[in-house]
């Protein structure tokens, strides 16, 4: 399975600020996803991150409040942009690797905005 | 109605004792169906895949899918301490894009 590390681990950030989240993979993946899991809540899809394009988004998500780049087959970001509490949460990357091309999380971004 | 529905528990078991999980499904184009585990402040973990009706074992580990029923189970048999966690069933079509029940959170008691 791709070993997956994202950065930061958590952070804590003032209403009205942005952060940027980067998931870096060891190996080559072709597909990657960006969750969020809510608080006491499971895992919402947020968008598929494209390499060499622009990110597909969920219903519900947009490009202006969450920008994902993925410059290359290995690394990508998520931005959470103006941030409110209500953006209070875990963001988790995801890629598909392996023989049975199953689904690997990383260790996620816990996110407090005051 | 949401499309992937799992009880969240809590559901607290005696050491040895078989845990019982299951999610229920609405859009039966789902084709492949697997169980995470996700321990507390990390990433879920994959536990069981599968794409068929059926069973499937690995370990202390049985996955059942039942397509016609549209019902999904996980059961742990022998049940250790360090199962505790909080369980995630998973759907997907033909996408990858994962649908996620609200997870039960296990607790096995030594």
């Known amino acids: 399975s791709a070993v997956i590390s994202q950065k930061p681990s958590r952070d804590i950030c003032q209403r009205g600020t942005s952060l940027t989240i980067q998931c870096q993979v060891d190996s080559q993946v072709t597909m990657m996803f960006w969750y969020r899991q809510q608080p006491g809540q499971s895992l919402t899809l947020i968008a598929t991150?494209?390499?060499?394009?622009?990110?597909?988004?969920e219903s519900g998500f947009v490009i202006d409040k969450f920008p994902i780049s993925r410059p290359n087959l290995t690394f990508s970001t998520l931005t959470v942009s103006n941030m409110s509490p209500e953006d209070s949460s875990i963001y988790l990357c995801?890629?598909?690797?392996?023989?049975?091309?199953?689904?690997?999380f990383g260790p996620g971004t816990r996110l407090l905005v005051l | 109605q949401k499309e992937v529905e799992q009880d969240p528990g809590p559901l607290s078991v005696p050491e040895g004792a078989i845990v019982s999980l299951n999610c229920t499904y609405s859009n039966s184009a789902f084709q492949y169906f697997m169980w995470y585990r996700q321990y507390s402040r990390k990433g879920p973990e994959l536990l069981m895949y599968t794409y068929s009706s059926g069973n499937k074992e690995d370990g202390r580990f049985t996955a059942q899918v039942d397509k016609s029923s549209k019902y999904i189970s996980l059961f742990i048999r022998d049940s250790q301490p360090s199962d505790s966690a909080t369980y995630l069933c998973a759907l997907s079509l033909n996408d990858y894009k994962l649908s996620f029940g609200a997870g039960t959170t296990v607790t096995v008691r030594a």
């Open positions: 995801s890629v598909v690797g392996g023989i049975q091309e199953t689904q690997y």
């Open positions: 991150a494209n390499q060499g394009s622009e990110a597909t988004y």
